[in-house]
T-cell receptor
Framework: GAGVSQTPSNKVTEKGKYVELRCDPISGHTALYWYRQSLGQGPEFLIYFQGTGAADDSGLPNDRFFAVRPEGSVSTLKIQRTERGDSAVYLC??????????FGPGTRLTVL | AQSVAQPEDQVNVAEGNPLTVKCTYSVSGNPYLFWYVQYPNRGLQFLLKYITGDNLVKGSYGFEAEFNKSQTSFHLKKPSALVSDSALYFCAVRDGSSNTGKLIFGQGTTLQVKP
């Protein structure tokens, strides 16, 4: 079946701009996660949704980052006033409840 | 606080030889442990997990891992390495006693298998 998909695969933006990254989870998966992976590092947790609500947003670095999942399926990660330090690969994962997480291919964000 | 350590940045083995990629963890509750593999420009692929039960768990592509509670380790192993196993490997831990699913990842270990 279809895996987790993320769009766009690459995003280049200028410092100060707003970006949205989209994640389509595996059908039927109630849990959805966002992680950020910087070059040479392991993924770092950002936020976890159970259904429509953010059950744990302790990994969001500051209030420029926000994520939504209005219908309990697709999620959008929103970054305001982007900074060069936001450049990274943003990974989305989904799972049934809190079981094994399956990852999408990621969105590579470059802030110039 | 949860943490994962992968002490080796890179592991080099010859094809056909056994391989081990090391991982140690720290978690306050019950450890749920995972191994993922990442190929260049691709997302993470799940290999195997330990939740409970037998300490030796078997996963995809002939990989296995052994949970050792006293040493807080979860080393990844394969009896005979293939060149195609060359990739970046991540160990991750979750606190099974909490209701958050967040994973804490190690820094990753690059496995290089030479013909």
């Amino acid at each position: 079946g279809a895996g987790v998909s993320q769009t766009p695969s690459n995003k280049v933006t200028e410092k100060g701009k707003y970006v949205e990254l989209r994640c389509d989870p595996i059908s039927g998966h109630t849990a959805l996660y966002w992680y950020r992976q910087s070059l040479g590092q392991g993924p770092e947790f950002l936020i976890y949704f159970q259904g429509t609500g953010a059950a744990d947003d302790s990994g969001l670095p500051n209030d420029r980052f926000f994520a939504v999942r209005p219908e309990g399926s697709v999620s959008t990660l929103k970054i305001q006033r982007t900074e060069r330090g936001d450049s990274a690969v943003y990974l989305c994962a989904s799972s049934k409840d809190t079981d094994t997480q399956y990852f999408g291919p990621g969105t590579r964000l470059t802030v110039l | 606080a949860q943490s994962v350590a992968q002490p080796e940045d890179q592991v080099n083995v010859a094809e056909g030889n056994p391989l081990t990629v090391k991982c140690t963890y720290s978690v306050s509750g019950n450890p749920y442990l995972f191994w993922y593999v990442q190929y260049p420009n691709r997302g993470l692929q799940f290999l195997l997990k330990y939740i409970t039960g037998d300490n030796l768990v078997k996963g995809s592509y002939g990989f296995e891992a052994e949970f050792n509670k006293s040493q807080t380790s979860f080393h990844l192993k394969k009896p005979s390495a293939l060149v195609s196993d060359s990739a970046l490997y991540f160990c991750a831990v979750r606190d099974g006693s909490s209701n958050t699913g967040k994973l804490i990842f190690g820094q990753g270990t690059t496995l290089q298998v030479k013909p």
